[in-house]
């Protein structure tokens, strides 16, 4: 086996969080090599658009690009795509790439993102079953649904969560007809209150969408070209030439298993990024943080794995920067931007402000006394103070954040 002799930070997986952390090693001081391995043989792109504005034709090739090789080339970051790590020596220090070569590192960053989850069903992997997470996924359901475009056949999308029902605007967005399967009794359960899964199931609705709760799928039926529809328990059949997987994600911690690293529900790291080795860092979407009550938090956005990699980098540099900050979401679905703020699980009151019939409004989640999130509709400004008001611990009553009429802006220290 060759194994180079210059050792240096070496970074498994070249999206979001790989990229932060390389760039914040760089920014922080570090000298010595940097590289950055992706199994893709893609450089670095921005995923969110994929369900969107790039399956939807309004982006180009260029615009999803994050960072060009030449770009990292020039800050000193190596990249290298289309290379798979199959293993981690932690004895000997190296990742085994998948041609058997080694390489060595000083310190190690795992980014490894997470993959769908399959459809455990008869039928589940027939040609037209697809899963959408990286750039080639987006770029085969896109042509499968032109495929559908062509030949008016249907769309049927499985699972009611944010990817599934922002591919649904978009398949609707082209004319297609769409139906959405979903298990549980309403969309976005886990992560949104009733009342705005209320809406959201209206607003699809409203679109065209044929939306079918409590769905019990048995199985996907195909033929010799791919899938034709998708089988309820009931024996019913829903017609389909494209059937999109949306039942969430599985953090890609196998490589962090394998080697023996601390794993639940992801790659275990405390709010600086560490693992359980203290020179191998983790941060994105493969993380799961443990906090101070021992509890375990994953959260899968762009902004967790950019403030997870600038954290970690800090970690290998010797530096504490806990990543503390109130996490955010978005969500684009048709003409309204679903703008997140806090973690809404264990709320246990709601109150609204704005106007829900007319599409801009802001459902605030209150556990007792206290705010601890909100949801905002096309109204960035509610979004941004409620960012303000949950880092500052500031918490208006339940009658205060219904009322349009009192300034939330008053309740931050001057």
């Not at 007809?177 to 298990?183: D, P, R, S, Y």
């Not at 009733?194 to 033929?223: F, M």
């Not at 949950?390 to 009192?406: M, N």
Request: net charge negative; proline share 5%.
């Amino acid at each position: 086996m060759n194994t180079p002799t210059t050792a240096g930070i070496v970074i498994v997986g070249a999206g979001q969080a790989g990229v932060m952390t390389a760039e914040a090693l760089r920014s922080g001081g570090f000298e010595g090599a940097i590289t950055l391995l992706g199994d893709e043989p893609h450089g670095p792109y921005h995923r969110p658009p994929l369900s969107k504005a790039w399956m939807a034709g309004e982006m180009d090739a260029a615009q999803l690009v994050m960072r060009a090789p030449e770009m990292l080339a020039r800050k000193g970051i190596e990249l290298r795509t289309g290379t798979p790590v199959k293993a981690i020596d932690r004895t000997a220090k190296t990742v085994v790439l998948a041609d058997g070569s080694a390489l060595p590192y000083t310190g190690l960053v795992l980014a490894t993102g997470s993959t769908p989850r399959a459809l455990p069903l008869p039928g589940g992997d027939a040609p037209g079953v697809l899963a959408l997470r990286s750039k080639d996924d987006a770029s085969a359901i896109t042509e499968r649904l032109t495929t559908c475009i062509e030949q008016q056949r249907p769309v049927v999308v499985i699972g009611g969560g944010f990817i599934g029902l922002e591919v649904a605007a978009t398949a609707r967005k082209k004319g297609l007809t769409v139906t959405v399967l979903e298990a549980a009794p309403r969309l976005l359960g886990r992560v949104l209150a009733p009342v705005l899964s209320d809406w959201y199931a209206e607003l699809h609705c409203g679109h065209g969408v044929q939306l079918v709760l409590g769905a019990q799928v048995a199985a996907i039926e195909a033929d010799a070209q791919g899938v034709t529809g998708v089988q309820l328990a009931d024996g019913s059949v829903v017609p389909a030439g494209l059937v999109v997987v949306g039942i969430g994600v599985s953090a890609n911690d196998q490589l962090a298993r394998e080697a023996g690293l601390e794993c639940e529900r992801g790659i275990v790291v405390d709010a600086c990024g560490r693992t359980s080795d203290p020179l191998i860092v983790a941060a994105g979407d493969c993380t799961a943080r443990r906090l101070a009550d021992g509890s375990l938090l994953r959260l899968e956005s762009v902004q967790n794995a950019t403030e997870q990699g600038k954290s970690a980098a800090a970690a290998l540099l010797g530096q504490d920067r806990p990543f503390t900050a109130t996490p955010w979401f978005w969500s684009d679905q048709y003409d309204k931007k679903l703008q997140m703020a806090g973690l809404s699980m264990g709320a246990d009151g709601w109150a609204v402000r704005g106007d829900m019939a007319a599409g801009t409004f802001t459902v605030y989640h209150f556990k007792g006394n206290r705010l601890i999130a909100a949801d905002s509709v096309n109204a960035s400004k509610d979004h941004l103070l409620v960012r303000k008001l949950l880092d500052a611990g500031a918490s208006p009553t339940r009658e205060q954040a219904g009322d349009v009429g009192f300034d939330l802006a008053s309740l931050l220290v001057k």
